[in-house]
């Protein structure tokens, strides 16, 4: 036997996985999209076995580690917290699928008004009842929902918040953790001191920690906006005169207030974005430019500065037609909302609420709106599977279902129809093979008798014959 060093030796061919296997790697690979796993698992036993396995479902959400955007919340006058998507057919999730978890204690017809979306992380909703003076923690996927009273030291305030997952383990997927632990932070201003404070409460132990507090270098004022997540520290952008962002870190649990890039105290609108180093940004636009600044911080003297990233006129960027005039009201632009995890902004210009993604700058437009009647958009992103959503899953199979056993009903009544048409058919021939034999019978025994007349008949005239 000959046998090759390794140096020389071809590189032995890979082995295909069994069938198994390779079904897994062939569903793992499907895009993160609401219909993709529910078609998937409508194919046949083998394939739903495999598609709500937890593990699979585990797999799958570390393989794509970013789950989906799927629509926003917002509120619409009458209706209250509502859901709108984003998605086109067939990954559009219909909007009273998320909307049940408003329609109770928060969304009934007698509180419907004194429910106040503050912003939306991780597959959860956070909402403050300003009646009950108490926050829900909501998922709209598994309808679960947490209450928690208000401190006390935040009640009269006007209040920032901020809910984000807990979970620490390694590998850990943010947007499919829908058991795992989460945080709930509360920030707001003290209007006699003019100190910002902070608070925060774990699922965990199910109470709410110390008060932190820091100093302000000038007057600030919290109008409710909600926090962007840049690595283990949360922001929110102040009303203030001298360009504040109220910075809270995680790690270290310590609050302070920090200077946005130099004229965000203007007119413009601006809002803190992901940076594309991972750094703190903030996007400010003032039509028709949208600037996008990043935050650097010296590392020797911990002195922070913002550097102006990149100029982008907006209207090119969103498509909209040059011989189109501007609307003359300046206050019809301003940012909708953000989304830290797909880095979309939401955005309303010229009448227009538009979608647009900043590192692609690809944009799309959602519908027409005004100022006056456009809130807040809480982007909402998960992995909608069949494991996770079992009611909509569960209509979508059942259709198809449904789809499946009318055609199989349709085609066992042709089959029996045309067994009924054959048995007639056989039933006809028997029939006809019968009445054929009984003729023959008949023509036989008929024949018979005319043999015996004929046989009498000669007889009888040959008896005659003699006697004369």
Same mark, same amino acid.
Request: hydrophobic share 35%; proline share 6%.
């Given at each position: 036997?000959?046998?090759?060093?390794?140096?020389?030796?071809?590189?032995?061919?890979? @082995?295909?996985?069994?069938? /198994?296997?390779?079904?897994?790697?062939?569903?793992?690979?499907? %895009?993160?999209?609401?219909?993709?796993?529910?078609?998937?698992?409508?194919?046949?036993?083998?394939?739903?076995?495999?598609?709500?396995?937890?593990?699979?479902?585990?797999?799958?959400?570390?393989?794509?580690?970013?789950?989906?955007?799927?629509?926003?919340?917002?509120?619409?006058?009458?209706?209250?917290?509502?859901?709108? %998507?984003?998605?086109?057919? %067939? $990954?559009?999730? %219909?909007?009273?699928?998320?909307?049940?978890?408003?329609? #109770?204690?928060?969304? $009934?017809?007698?509180?419907?008004?004194? /429910?106040?979306?503050?912003?939306?992380?991780? #597959?959860?909703?956070?909402?403050?009842?300003?009646?009950?003076? *108490?926050?829900?923690?909501?998922?709209?996927?598994?309808?679960?929902?947490?209450?928690?009273?208000?401190?006390?030291?935040?009640?009269?305030?006007?209040?920032?918040?901020?809910?984000?997952?807990?979970?620490?383990?390694?590998?850990?997927?943010?947007?499919?953790?829908?058991?795992?632990?989460?945080?709930?932070?509360?920030?707001?201003?003290?209007?006699?001191?003019?100190?910002?404070?902070?608070?925060?409460? @774990?699922?965990?132990?199910?109470?709410?920690?110390?008060?932190?507090?820091?100093?302000?270098?000038?007057?600030?004022?919290? $109008?409710?906006?909600?926090?962007?997540?840049? /690595?283990?520290?949360?922001y929110w952008l102040l009303s203030s005169i001298g360009n504040g962002i109220l910075k809270f870190d995680l790690d270290r649990q310590s609050l302070a207030v920090i200077k946005g890039p130099p004229g965000t105290?203007?007119?413009?609108?601006?809002?803190?974005?992901?940076? *594309?180093?991972?750094?703190?940004?903030?996007?400010?636009?003032?039509?028709?430019?949208?600037?996008?600044?990043?935050?650097?911080?010296?590392?020797?003297?911990?002195?922070?500065?913002?550097?102006?990233?990149?100029?982008? *006129?907006?209207?090119?960027?969103?498509?909209?037609?040059?011989?189109?005039?501007?609307?003359?009201?300046?206050?019809?632009?301003?940012?909708?909302?953000?989304?830290?995890?797909? $880095?979309?902004?939401?955005?309303?210009?010229? /009448?227009?609420?538009?979608?647009?993604?900043?590192?692609?700058?690809?944009?799309?437009?959602?519908?027409?709106?005004?100022?006056?009647?456009?809130?807040?958009?809480?982007?909402?992103?998960?992995?909608?599977?069949?494991?996770?959503?079992?009611?909509?899953?569960?209509?979508?199979?059942?259709?198809?279902?449904?789809?499946?056993?009318?055609?199989?009903?349709?085609?066992?009544?042709?089959?029996?129809?045309?067994?009924?048409?054959?048995?007639?058919?056989?039933?006809?021939?028997?029939?006809?093979?019968?009445?054929?034999?009984?003729?023959?019978?008949?023509?036989?025994?008929?024949?018979?008798?005319?043999?015996?007349?004929?046989?009498?008949?000669?007889?009888?005239?040959?008896?005659?014959?003699?006697?004369?």
């Amino acid at each position: 036997m000959t046998r090759h060093s390794c140096g020389s030796s071809p590189a032995a061919p890979a @082995s295909l996985p069994d069938d /198994g296997d390779l079904l897994w790697e062939v569903l793992l690979r499907l %895009p993160p999209k609401p219909s993709s796993l529910p078609r998937a698992s409508a194919v046949c036993k083998r394939w739903r076995c495999i598609a709500t396995d937890t593990k699979f479902l585990r797999c799958f959400y570390a393989h794509h580690r970013k789950p989906p955007l799927l629509g926003f919340f917002h509120r619409r006058n009458q209706e209250g917290i509502v859901f709108t %998507p984003i998605l086109d057919a %067939p $990954d559009h999730v %219909p909007p009273q699928r998320f909307n049940f978890g408003f329609h #109770g204690r928060v969304g $009934d017809n007698h509180h419907r008004s004194r /429910g106040e979306l503050l912003e939306c992380r991780h #597959g959860r909703v956070l909402v403050i009842d300003l009646v009950r003076t *108490e926050v829900l923690v909501c998922d709209p996927i598994t309808r679960e929902q947490h209450h928690m009273s208000v401190p006390p030291e935040f009640r009269g305030y006007y209040l920032n918040g901020a809910v984000l997952c807990a979970a620490a383990e390694q590998g850990h997927v943010h947007g499919g953790c829908y058991s795992s632990p989460f945080n709930v932070v509360l920030a707001s201003i003290c209007r006699k001191s003019n100190l910002p404070f902070v608070c925060v409460y @774990s699922s965990e132990s199910g109470i709410w920690g110390n008060i932190i507090s820091a100093e302000a270098p000038y007057a600030i004022n919290c $109008d409710g906006c909600p926090s962007t997540l840049v /690595g283990n520290s949360l922001y929110w952008l102040l009303s203030s005169i001298g360009n504040g962002i109220l910075k809270f870190d995680l790690d270290r649990q310590s609050l302070a207030v920090i200077k946005g890039p130099p004229g965000t105290s203007d007119r413009g609108i601006h809002q803190i974005i992901r940076a *594309e180093d991972g750094s703190v940004g903030m996007a400010t636009f003032n039509h028709p430019w949208l600037k996008i600044w990043h935050m650097k911080v010296n590392n020797c003297q911990g002195v922070s500065t913002w550097l102006l990233w990149k100029i982008i *006129e907006i209207r090119s960027v969103l498509g909209i037609p040059s011989h189109i005039q501007r609307i003359a009201v300046t206050r019809e632009d301003k940012f909708l909302g953000y989304d830290e995890g797909t $880095d979309v902004v939401f955005l309303l210009v010229d /009448g227009g609420v538009y979608m647009l993604r900043l590192r692609s700058m690809q944009s799309k437009k959602l519908y027409e709106a005004n100022y006056n009647n456009t809130t807040k958009h809480h982007p909402f992103a998960s992995f909608y599977t069949l494991e996770t959503s079992p009611r909509p899953s569960l209509v979508a199979i059942c259709e198809i279902r449904a789809r499946v056993d009318e055609s199989t009903r349709k085609r066992e009544e042709v089959e029996i129809n045309n067994r009924r048409m054959e048995e007639m058919f056989a039933q006809q021939r028997e029939m006809r093979a019968r009445q054929q034999e009984r003729m023959a019978r008949q023509q036989a025994a008929c024949e018979v008798r005319f043999t015996v007349f004929d046989s009498y008949f000669e007889r009888a005239s040959a008896s005659s014959s003699s006697y004369s």
